[in-house]
């Protein structure tokens, strides 16, 4: 025994002594994640309040990756200024990442400030959501783990190195392009500045490829976020002035017109005070909010709604967080301390009681970012300068606040085993687990699509949404862009009609329809229906995100990373394995869509293509700009108008172009969190030489699906 005893000993001596000649300080936290620390690092952080655990068993199936580089070369210099880490990076590196970035995809070569706005400022880094991590393709990821305004500077900073002379020196061009001319030849390192702390975490994450990079991200975040089923059909927010019997008119049109339809959401007036919040029901609008609710969830609605957490003088909760909060007011309301968990129960105990307790499904979390110039208005929220009870800063609480807001409503939720589908205007890192979709009123449809992209790189939900419209043409490749990502959204906050009845703003207020409005409705319809046929690919696709960390829109370079002509494709975007979406905007009645390796076809017409080449594609405005990729067994269901607890989906299993395959459908309620205790079904779809076969394996004693017929695609 002694013996023994002794010999583990030694092993364990061993492999500490191994582990520091590797990897310096690095401490190993999980299969392929580690963590280097140097100085006193900030009390507030992303990690520190990440309280999901790891999906350990998960982080271990990954293959394992490994460092370009020692881990002992990321640099870490303390100065009076703040702390500067120097990561390595070679010539031929590829980055992405620094959360929902808006303007731009590849971040080579960029400097970006990662801070969280509404705005994104000459794409600066600005974002609703501002990560910094970022992700490189020769397989691993960064992740500096701060709350404080950092700027990354992606091999663009050339540091005078004395022992060398610069080999240009004195070189002058004589035409105006060599006069200006960059040496592209960048610095070998990504330099990080972190003004103002005193020390910092810098946690690395192992490919060995960018896709499983995120994997391991998403993995030890908790798992990616399972919606709940229903959230993964349309949401339709209504009117923000709207009454309980508008909203009940809005509803029974929806039905009555067979337009898909799963949540309703309320916009600011339901609440005697909005800006800030009370938290407390308008009863000259709502007269009766629980009989509402009731009377909505019998027709198959959920209800949303509205808020952020400035909390008004003339809410209940005012007192109680009057002192557990910032020093600074917003729209003269509070701005609580969710650093503190005393003060997130109090937020989260209130909204539990009076409203997820009575039946609200979800919440818009809004204006938890803050503005520097928002759209015609003045900036607003708590400046930088405040201070909280709990000792963070301003600037770190601007950071974070969106993470905090998000974690003090999900849990909510989470106790209560409800599962959510919510949005939320601000995120950041380890949000992984979040069922949160965020959303901008930035409306730039490039940019939008950009963001579908840059979310697979963010640990992050997000939600292109559809209001007002300049054309048809630009309405409907909007509802496209909206029916092909995470969230199908119409935000109709000013909006009386929906859009697709006047798109024009002021007559749309002035019931003044499009001649063509039925028409219209029609073609929105058959986007929309498409949508609810995709829910069962859709949620197993989420279910691969929960369990497997795999981002469920993600870019092309994902998949394909040694393909160089995926390295800056911001436009197109991979929906779970087999979809392929390339939206389009209003601009162009086509465009060119690149296809990578193997063979592609072409969801509307069947037509076959050989990948590694672009073609151009011109469908039309109710035909989805979709490829599906040959191997692939892509479940439709017929569609419903929404999706009910008991909703069993009759699923046509269309097999692309091959004699052997499979593919696989999660089933459980869609409601509770039961799924994490192991009750659900893994439902096999099996294709063999012309023969289609169900097996399903698991726990869970419902069905949601029904196979009715296979169809072969050739
Ligand atoms: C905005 C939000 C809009 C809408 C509006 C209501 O900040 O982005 O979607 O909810 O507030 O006042």
Redesign the pocket.
Known sequence: MRKHRSYSTILCIALQVIAINLFGQAVQLAAGVKKISSGVVDKFTPYGFCSEAPMAAALDKLPAGKLPFDIGDIKINITDRGVVVEVPLDDEEQLYGFGLQIGSFNQRGLKKRPIVN?NPLNDLGYTHGPTTLYVSNKGYGILINTARYTTFYCGTTDKLNKNNKRNDAGKTGNSVEELYKNDKKAAGYVTVDIPGAKGIDIFVFEGPDLKSVMQRYNLFSGGGALPAIWGLGVKY?VK?DFNQSQVGKMAAYFRNNHIPCDVLGL??RWQTA??SCSYVWNKSFFPSPNEFIDTMKNKGFHINL?E?AFTSPKSPLYEPLKNKAGNYLVWNGLVPDFADTAAANIFATYHRDTFVNEGISGF?M??CDNSNIAFGRDSWSFPELSSFPSGIDGEQMHQLFGLLYQKTIYNIYKKSNKRTYLDV?ASNAFASSYPAAL???TYVHDEYIRMIVNSGFAGMIWSP?VRESTSIKDFMRRSQTAVLSAQTLY?S??LKNPPWLQINKEKNNKDELMPDAKDVEADVRKLLNFRMSLIPYLYNAFAAYHFKGIPVFRALVMDYPKDKNTFNLSDEYMIGDGILAAPLTERADGRTVYLPAGTWYDFNTNQKFDGGKSYTIKPGLTQLPIFIKAGTILPLAEPVEHVAPDTKFQVTCYVYGTTKTDAQLFEDDGLTFDYDKGVYNTVNLLWDKGHGEVKRNGKYKGLRYVVRKWQLIN
């Open positions: 509404d927010r923000a916009e600011p909005s800006y509205w952020h818009k809004d204006e205007r959303y901008s009123d949404e935000n906050w000013y």
